[in-house]
């Protein structure tokens, strides 16, 4: 599977393309930042991004798209334009018809260290050595769109199976029998 992680953001929007299946060796196929200037307006940076994420989408041709889910911060300021970005790299991979997911930051971290309390420097050790770098990626939006990838290879694919088992328990009850809770609920996160 190969996924793009996106870190959004208005200023550095982290990009990070990851070939791999769970259990096996992982693979970086390129990371890298989408910039813009902050004096520009912001439809003008929201279109930066976009056109940034669509040459991404075009080069590296990913199946599956994973975007940082933006959590409720002190800065409204910053958690809008963290939002907008998000919603472009949503956009855009939806227009081709790629599946999005959304990952919380320490759904990320637990994923790729182990704590979901981990700091920057830990995930970008972490992510250094899981893809077997020479050097954790600059900036550190860079080395979290990689782990976003990774989280999204590791769980996405655990949490797809569970859906279609789930799908494959209901499909083949008989008509009228339900399908037990327990399963209902664990189906839907």
């Given at each position: 599977?190969r996924?793009?992680?996106?870190?959004?953001?208005?200023?550095?929007?982290?990009?990070?393309?990851?070939d791999?299946?769970?259990?096996?060796?992982?693979?970086?196929?390129?990371?890298?930042?989408?910039?813009t200037?902050?004096?520009?307006?912001?439809?003008?940076?929201?279109?930066?991004?976009?056109?940034?994420?669509?040459q991404?989408?075009?080069?590296?041709?990913?199946?599956?798209?994973?975007?940082?889910?933006?959590?409720?911060?002190?800065n409204v300021?910053?958690v809008?334009?963290?939002?907008?970005?998000?919603?472009?790299?949503?956009?855009?991979?939806t227009?081709?018809?790629l599946?999005?997911?959304?990952?919380?930051?320490s759904?990320?971290?637990?994923?790729?260290?182990?704590?979901?309390?981990?700091?920057?420097?830990?995930?970008?050790?972490?992510?250094?050595?899981?893809?077997?770098?020479?050097?954790?990626?600059?900036?550190a939006?860079?080395?979290?769109?990689?782990?976003?990838?990774?989280?999204?290879?590791?769980?996405?694919?655990?949490?797809?199976?569970l859906?279609e088992?789930?799908?494959?328990?209901?499909?083949?009850?008989?008509?009228?029998?339900?399908?037990?809770?327990?399963?209902?609920?664990?189906?839907?996160?």
């Amino acid at each position: 599977m190969r996924v793009l992680g996106v870190d959004p953001g208005l200023t550095r929007c982290g990009v990070g393309v990851v070939d791999g299946t769970p259990g096996r060796p992982l693979r970086m196929a390129a990371v890298g930042v989408i910039r813009t200037p902050s004096d520009a307006g912001i439809g003008q940076r929201l279109l930066l991004i976009e056109q940034g994420l669509e040459q991404w989408l075009d080069e590296q041709r990913p199946e599956a798209v994973a975007v940082e889910r933006v959590f409720s911060q002190h800065n409204v300021r910053t958690v809008m334009g963290t939002a907008q970005a998000s919603a472009v790299a949503m956009l855009c991979a939806t227009r081709r018809g790629l599946p999005v997911a959304l990952h919380t930051p320490s759904e990320v971290k637990a994923a790729v260290t182990g704590s979901g309390r981990a700091d920057k420097a830990q995930v970008g050790a972490m992510v250094t050595r899981l893809l077997r770098l020479d050097a954790p990626p600059k900036p550190a939006d860079a080395a979290d769109a990689l782990a976003l990838a990774i989280c999204h290879i590791w769980r996405g694919a655990a949490a797809g199976r569970l859906a279609e088992a789930v799908a494959a328990q209901a499909k083949a009850a008989p008509r009228g029998s339900r399908v037990p809770r327990a399963v209902q609920h664990r189906s839907t996160t």
